[in-house]
């Protein structure tokens, strides 16, 4: 993915319908939000407020109630900004526990996973304003372990919001999930 702004004339960029990235630790399909942008014989696509993005992304996650994989785990924790023996003694967990979760040679006990859930709704909510979530939904989550149509991609959209002061914000709005056999499933209101 690349951060870079290649050009200054927004002549030169085109907005893409849909983009799929894997890079930034979990699939995502983004509508309408990124651009494909050209300076001279160099090309790329533009992703605006990548930490943004991620924390939209981190909020989302926990708010499915399928079990976090090892992949998830790691992604969070990087979201959060923390090491793994950071996040292991916060979890009360050792070090190689947090390791045998990400790397997936072991499920996440429940009690750890809900409190990691809550860790990251406290110390993201205020940064994903386009995601629904509150604490209570995670705890009285009960997880299910399958996901029968294949694999879920969060899809987002990044739209002008206005504020409660009435000044405008970009956010990243959290549009539903798109698996493998389905088109994107929106979310109710």
């Known amino acids: 993915m690349t951060t870079q702004n290649l050009v200054s004339d927004e002549h030169d960029r085109r907005v893409k319908p849909e983009f799929v990235d894997?890079?930034?630790?979990?699939?995502?399909?983004l509508l309408e939000s990124v651009y494909e942008a050209q300076s001279g014989?160099?090309?790329g696509i533009i992703v605006p407020d990548l930490p943004g993005l991620e924390a939209a992304m981190a909020m989302a996650r926990?708010?499915?109630?399928?079990?976090?994989?090892g992949r998830e785990i790691r992604f969070l924790r990087r979201a959060l900004g923390?090491?793994?023996?950071?996040?292991?003694?916060?979890?009360?967990?050792?070090?190689?526990?947090?390791?045998?979760?990400?790397?997936?040679?072991?499920?996440i006990s429940t009690n750890p996973e809900r409190v990691l859930r809550m860790r990251v709704f406290n110390a993201l909510r205020g940064r994903a304003p386009g995601v629904k979530a509150d604490l209570s939904t995670i705890l009285g989550m009960k997880f299910r372990t399958v996901r029968l149509a294949g694999d879920a991609t969060m899809?987002?959209?990044?739209?002008?919001a206005i504020k409660d002061d009435g000044s405008p914000e970009h956010i990243w709005f959290h549009e539903g999930l798109r698996t493998s056999a389905q088109p994107i499933q929106r979310l109710r209101a």
């Open 22 to 29: 894997e890079q930034m630790g979990l699939p995502v399909v």
């Open 41 to 43: 014989e160099v090309s």
């Open 62 to 69: 926990i708010m499915d109630d399928f079990k976090l994989n």
């Open 82 to 107: 923390l090491k793994a023996n950071e996040l292991a003694s916060f979890l009360d967990v050792a070090a190689e526990t947090l390791s045998r979760w990400e790397n997936e040679k072991e499920p």
């Open 155 to 160: 899809a987002f959209k990044r739209l002008l």
